[in-house]
């Protein structure tokens, strides 16, 4: 079974206001997310603040990860300005035991296919990892066309896709990518909608609550991937105010003052991200599951 | 008079394939500006592919660029994901013999207003020079309100703000943002918009194109800004060919072909940016003014 499947659980990276990784708290993390049954850790993903860390702690982050579980996968972010510098993490990422990576066409200037294909090529030709496409226009505004991705398909390495959910219709978006790639592996992210594309057959929630609540998060996975619509409903409800405030604000700030909230870290946001404020706080502590 | 004023000319920066600043291409450039008439050198801006070199690289070339005028301010680009980062990269230009600071609100997860406030009061702190707010949407996802430039502007070192044509009215945005913020020096960038722009009475041309054609961009700046409006359509109406191919392509990746076609450079845009095809290639040669 591919890696990319089931429920793959994205921690935040606790970092020092310096920039360095708190190793024992990503440990810990990554500890509860394998005891709660996670298929697989997404290591240095947005909600891991990737863009924020320089290669050596960028490094010791999946060292210290990838020591602390046993039995299941750490997929990790390579995504980097520089075609360069992203092949260099992917070689880094394999050296410290990673077992598939993530990469988003991270870009300052928008790119374009050719240069997205490019940068692809190389980053997947720098290890012999699976290697996932992670698509995430909010953050590249750049937009996989299911085209595209099947041209991206053809690499070698290339295994997987991580969608946003769609504007549109969800099955229709997921039948668009099956047909223009069928060898990948194909899975969403936004949490809110991720129950509904479990059920509609993808193969992976890439999941922001499931860095925090692997528990829960898994339960939710295997009854949606069962088809067991009723299990499915009753437990993303639970959920359900913690979606609404990562669809209001956001799900990084929302994660890392849960986080803090229930004692995983005392870490804080690389600044210039800020805390979010005492209001919102409070209705982050009354809306965990 | 404020060093944000008339033509700002931003030159693209070449690097080696590894990343590592070309120093002497840097300083023929910079030249070229000066000896063009230009007002200032914009260094590090986005034609400046910043966000693609390494605090080293860019501390080299600012002192290649600050070496190499005698008359006239550099302005640096010192964005940055993280604000230590910025701030640090703030205090290298200043110790390198920059005039001026150019600040854009790099992000990767876009940032909310507190944040960015918070980011531009750090930097603007770290240096006494003046820092000119750099707006650039398309690159960050982040648009400033005038009401909150009004907020930004009341920090001490916080004196111009670069603008990017607005979709709607020109005379409107321009007024808008001198209501809210009287005290602020007010350029647009966009060059195919600044004729207008300089006409409407702004104060100062941000300008790609002036990186490379600094005479004519120096003579269009002139009769606008004196608003002799005829003259200056007539100067504009030379650059109508490329001004098509900016608003085309995006001006990044013309002015690097333009500029090793023109035998200043034969550097290469970073990858995973491309080097345009032959067909685009043609018709750049043929659009030069």
Request: glycine fraction near 8%; charged fraction near 20%.
């Amino acid at each position: 079974m591919s890696i990319f499947s089931g429920l793959s659980a994205f921690p935040i990276t606790p970092m020092t206001p310096a920039g360095e990784v708190i190793a024992r708290d990503v440990a810990g993390l990554v500890r509860r997310i394998e005891d709660g049954g996670a298929d697989s850790v997404g290591l240095l993903g947005s909600t891991g603040t990737y863009m924020f860390l320089t290669r050596a702690e960028r490094r010791r982050a999946v060292a210290a990860a990838v020591a602390s579980v046993t039995s299941i996968p750490v997929i990790v972010g390579v995504g980097a300005m520089r075609t360069d510098d992203a092949c260099d993490l992917a070689q880094d990422a394999a050296s410290e035991g990673a077992a598939g990576l993530l990469l988003a066409p991270v870009g300052y200037t928008p790119l374009k296919e050719d240069e997205v294909y490019a940068h692809f090529e190389a980053v997947a030709s720098a290890t012999n990892l699976p290697l996932c496409i992670y698509s995430n226009p909010d953050t590249t505004r750049f937009t996989f066309r299911p085209a595209f991705v099947g041209r991206l398909a053809e690499i070698q390495t290339v295994a997987a896709i991580k969608l946003p959910l769609p504007a549109g219709d969800l099955k229709t978006d997921l039948a668009s990518f099956r047909a223009a790639a069928p060898a990948l592996s194909v899975g969403y992210s936004g949490d809110w909608g991720c129950k509904d594309a479990l059920l509609a057959g993808c193969d992976c929630w890439f999941s922001v609550a499931g860095g925090l609540f692997p528990e829960a998060a898994s339960a939710l996975t295997r009854a949606a991937m069962a088809g067991n619509r009723d299990e499915a409903e009753k437990l993303d409800a639970a959920f359900a105010p913690l979606w609404d405030l990562f669809r209001a604000h956001g799900s990084l700030r929302i994660v890392h003052e849960a986080a803090r909230l229930m004692g995983l870290t005392t870490a804080e946001l690389p600044r210039p991200l800020l805390r979010i404020d005492d209001n919102l706080r409070t209705r982050v502590a009354s809306a965990l599951p």
